[in-house]
């Protein structure tokens, strides 16, 4: 380039200056601004105004329809964020505005304000146990933040502006004493929710965010040291009772007393086995946490003391986040229910075998809400932190034990010394051989299913949408290897007009398998109600595929009874035929609990069928709306609900003409179809009735009765209310005053006496 050019667009580039005037409001403004503001030229830059051609061709875009250039990537776009927006840039600084916060954390506090600060940090310590990142909750706590950074090695190291306190009369001293004790134990608590989360499964940000922003949470230092600092806490308390008021010098000490309980139990959260001392600090906090409302008044909140501008030290590239403020009465019923929800699981330590710890998980995490991710990771730890499921039971004792609850503990499979003398030594050897690589092949999707269970709702449902493929394929090969078996158990075919016109054989390790598999199935569809995965018009094709799935549990059932029974008669000493028996009523419990879901389900068909039927020909009733699908179909729709069941061999998959006709009937006339589904609920009032009065021990819900019976009573419920339903509609039919029904459907948890039964309100119209 030229020297006097290149001395030309310097000269013109010293002269470049911004006018101070409004900026633009329209493409008008912004074509009349560009033509006055200054421009760029020289002979070297050739500068074009292609405002009005840019407006021109935006114009012919829809509102929210989007041009994307191929090579305009995912890093182009996240550079082209506007600097200087205080919604993307967390260093912006609005004018007189300084970095940090003036609030001074070394100055002298109030007792009153002492309390509220710490009423402050439990409401975001709960803030961060319900899902919240810890940037927007404890996080933004000055104090907290003046401990953290740097980080310390010792509790010596973690200081209030070094050990300098501006006391006023004596008083900040001491104060900053307790207020210093209750956070350092505030963040070892914190220390030991993390590290038991880290340590099991769990989903990020659908559950809990991990990230601690390059901050230690005190993990090196011993517990012994933190409650330490709480004794010398309260013992300052004690001492400071001419210059602190009585109500609240006991309101300081009662947190104190909360906090050092609330970290006994996080520490005995680490371990395998509970001790017995835990359940007295579990105990001991449902006690006290109701009783900090109580003095909550005697708080005087510090609002300086939290500030959102220290997630600019946290994470510099991340857009700042405003605070998470919960209520303290939310944050108290929350620290209450975590407590009493800890007393709850302890009980699984008296559960006993493996459908008895199932039926415990899976009560336990359907409780409202749900248990915090900490508590599921708990019992995650409880049932596989160690070789030892509860520290006491290996999982091959668990496996054995499921599979002896269902075809028998004295097969021969399961317990080669109850088994017939007729099995030579070699042949056992093979046996033992075979059982033990079945072991090593299932141990872990059995381990599996326990585990899923400690996940939320949406999670359970996804993880078992993709179990049911892995089962089916294990049914497949444990078929194998019951052929194989055959051949050294030297088992003899049955004959039984029941489930066959042919000589058949038990096939008992398969036949376990697929009553794994057909549970999950049935529990994918039942979660979809739960969900909202289906739509109002959906309800009765879902009903009906699952008393479908139901109906070839309950055939499944049947065959393995007969072959217990069958044991049964075989068995020579009284603790085989005992044993048996126990088998044979955990079976007819189950054979009960499906009937009585599937006339339910059948009931449920019923009506929604009608109301299918019927919509096309009476519009007006709007029993069931339909929204607009125009691009979907009844075809599409059923390949999407039954896109995990289509690839399973068994049960086999239905056509969709099939599955249409036989969830709609219509060739069932409307009184049919009522009298059908009266029937079906009076059936499934009754045989729910008898369940409930069935035993913990026969139902396997030891240590969690309560809850198992309470889902029964929510069931019935729904069957009551289903019947108030069926006679409102029986009565409009009779009367032929269809046109006059209302009816409302309400799906989703906690919208109806049972997540999975959607029962319409059906009511006549005013």
Known sequence: MPENEEESITEDATKLHLEEEPAPRSWDELGAYTKTSTTISTAGVIAKDITSAFAEASSALRVGQLVKDDWFTLFESVAALEIMDPKMDSGFLKPGERLDEDYDVTSALLPEEVVGIIDQLICHEMAWHMGHPLSQTLFTSLHLDNLLWPSPKALGDAQFGGGTLKGRGGVGGPLHTVLRAYCLALIKCCGYVYSRIQGENYYEEEDFVSNLFNRELLDGIQLVEFLSLLDEAQSILERCHMTISKSVREALDLRLECRRAFLLVLSFGLQIAPQPSDHHHLNRLAEISPKLTQSAELGKPVKAAFSAKIQRRLASTVPPRPIVDIKFQDAVDHFTRLCQDGRELMQILHCYGSNNIMTFAWTFISRKPQPSIFLRAVLQHLLFGSELVLGQTSIQSLLYDDIGDLIGPCNALLDLDAAQSGISVPNRIQISRRMNSFTQKFRTPFSDIHRTFCQNRSRIRRIMCHSILDWDSLQVEAEELDAELRGFTLERPLVDASISTESVYSYPLSSWAYHQKLQQMTLVVQLGFELEIYQADELAGMYWYLQNIIQNHRAHLERIRVFLLADLRSAKKDIEKLRVAESLSYLNYHRLRLTATQSFADALTCIYAKDVKFHTILKRWRLVPVPDRPYSSDLLRYELRMKPFLPVSLPEPIPFANFEELSTQPNESIKSLLNTATEAVTRSRKDFD????????????????????????????????????????????????????QVQIDMGAGKGYHDWWVVPKVSMAS
């Open 690 to 741: 008898l369940l409930s009065k069935m035993d913990s021990k026969t139902t396997r819900s030891e240590g969690c009765r309560d809850g198992w019976i309470k889902n029964i009573k929510d069931t019935q419920r729904a069957c009551i209310a289903a019947s108030i339903a069926l006679s409102t509609m029986r009565k409009a039919n009779d009367a032929g005053t269809k046109t006059k029904l």
